[in-house]
């Protein structure tokens, strides 16, 4: 496995469609926050090639953006697994090679990695804190899950979505803000290599959260399919997690001490264990 490590913890969207639960260790879960039994009416992870997957997707007008926010799907980046990570170091650590970690984090913060970016065939050598070289792109966008779908959905099921790493992928920045919140009507990645497993993912997050497709964008999809018309859907995405991760806390640290005496530190909002008066600059990461 990656790192050297044994790790096998996954944030699967089937767990949580089904039971409402996200998985930490095999054969253990644990509620997601604000999960319903809404959570139980989406497709079951798909198998098969995207072309038989995408012909499964309803068609349907785009929903009204009214309502939309960022908060809508809970705190950016939480760790949703409770593998002691934060998501986007989770996905940083998985897409990443050569990757180096910050030490004292249990390899969870990554500092330093090479990225072969799939959306523009670029080498990007990404190093913490110096620049935004490489984004972390919801695959399905969230404002456009919230206009096929999820603004129907509770918080837990969103937070789900936006956490899945089935829907996460490293990129290059400035292709991914190109991207905004486009569907692949009016956006593809300028990689045409990199096109069918792009859209292939896709529509693997729309059907394994129930969400729908418009007209144009199904056309879309259909159009780059056509050139491969093999082409999988992926499975849910496996994120790697330290061996020997400490347990995510019930209630936060007491303190900064605590949280790096439990190999915590630093903390980022959203985290296990996070509280806000440890973060007395108010940016978002206490206890660096």
């Known amino acids: 496995m990656k790192h050297g490590t044994t790790r096998a913890v996954a944030v699967t969207a089937l767990a949580l469609l089904v039971t409402g639960c996200l998985p930490t260790e095999i054969g253990t879960t644990v509620p997601v926050p604000g999960a319903t039994e809404q959570a139980s009416t989406g497709a079951p992870a798909p198998s098969g090639t995207a072309a038989e997957v995408l012909a499964t997707l309803p068609v349907k007008g785009r929903a009204p953006q009214t309502g939309y926010d960022r908060d809508e799907f809970g705190p950016q980046w939480a760790d949703t697994d409770r593998n002691g990570c934060d998501t986007r170091n989770d996905?940083?650590?998985?897409?990443?090679?050569?990757?180096?970690?910050?030490?004292?984090?249990?390899?969870?913060?990554?500092?330093?990695?090479?990225?072969?970016?799939?959306?523009?065939?670029?080498?990007?050598?990404?190093?913490?804190?110096?620049?935004?070289s490489v984004d972390i792109d919801h695959v399905v966008a969230l404002s456009n899950s919230w206009q096929t779908g999820s603004y129907a959905w509770d918080e837990g099921r969103r937070t789900a979505l936006a956490n899945d790493p089935l829907n996460l992928l490293a990129v290059d920045a400035s292709a991914n803000r190109q991207k905004g919140d486009a569907d692949a009507a009016t956006w593809l990645p300028p990689n045409r290599a990199s096109r069918c497993s792009y859209v292939a993912r896709q529509i693997a997050v729309k059907a394994t959260y129930g969400l729908w497709v418009t007209r144009a964008e199904h056309d879309a999809l259909q159009r780059v399919l056509d050139t491969c018309p093999g082409e999988p859907v992926p499975s849910p995405a496996r994120v790697d997690v330290p061996a020997g991760t400490p347990a995510a806390p019930a209630q936060p640290y007491a303190n900064c001490a605590a949280a790096r005496a439990a190999g915590a530190a630093p903390l980022h909002r959203g985290d296990p264990g996070w509280s806000d008066a440890m973060d007395g600059d108010g940016d978002g990461t206490a206890c660096e």
């Open 91 to 132: 996905v940083l650590a998985r897409d990443l090679t050569g990757e180096t970690f910050e030490a004292g984090t249990h390899d969870c913060v990554v500092v330093r990695g090479t990225l072969a970016d799939p959306y523009t065939a670029h080498t990007i050598e990404f190093v913490k804190g110096a620049g935004t």
